[in-house]
């Protein structure tokens, strides 16, 4: 088994930040990608970004220039700053872990609003 636990998401302003977090923990082995990925409300879910064990990353032509995503091997943990801030970013993020299966977290909801 695998537990992800994201953190960072809350309310911001537009052309605010955010750095959300994805703790891994669990048996936790031959992980080929992590990513980032969000839900608006009545919209199918979608990549933000992702990064592969090599540290190749990829991002939603949407969130390029703004956000990065990051991985800390030694803390087994994901991480996704986000800059510029818009309404439109609003959605709940889920971290995603895929090594011989997928694992996903519970998400945590991100909120762009003045």
């Known amino acids: 088994q695998v537990q992800l636990v994201e953190s960072g998401g809350g309310l911001v302003q537009p052309g605010g930040s955010l750095r959300l977090s994805c703790a891994a923990s669990g048996s936790i082995f031959s992980i080929k990608t992590m990513g980032w990925y969000r839900q608006a409300p009545g919209k199918a879910r979608e990549l933000v970004a992702g990064?592969?064990?090599?540290?190749?990353?990829n991002y939603a032509d949407s969130v390029k220039g703004r956000f990065t995503v990051s991985r800390d091997s030694a803390k087994n943990t994901l991480y996704l700053q986000m800059m510029d801030l818009k309404p439109d970013d609003t959605a709940v993020y889920y971290c995603?872990?895929?090594?011989?299966?997928?694992?996903w977290g519970q998400g945590t909801q991100v909120t762009v609003s003045s």
């Open positions: 990064i592969t064990s090599g540290g190749s990353t």
């Open positions: 995603k872990l895929l090594n011989n299966r997928v694992w």
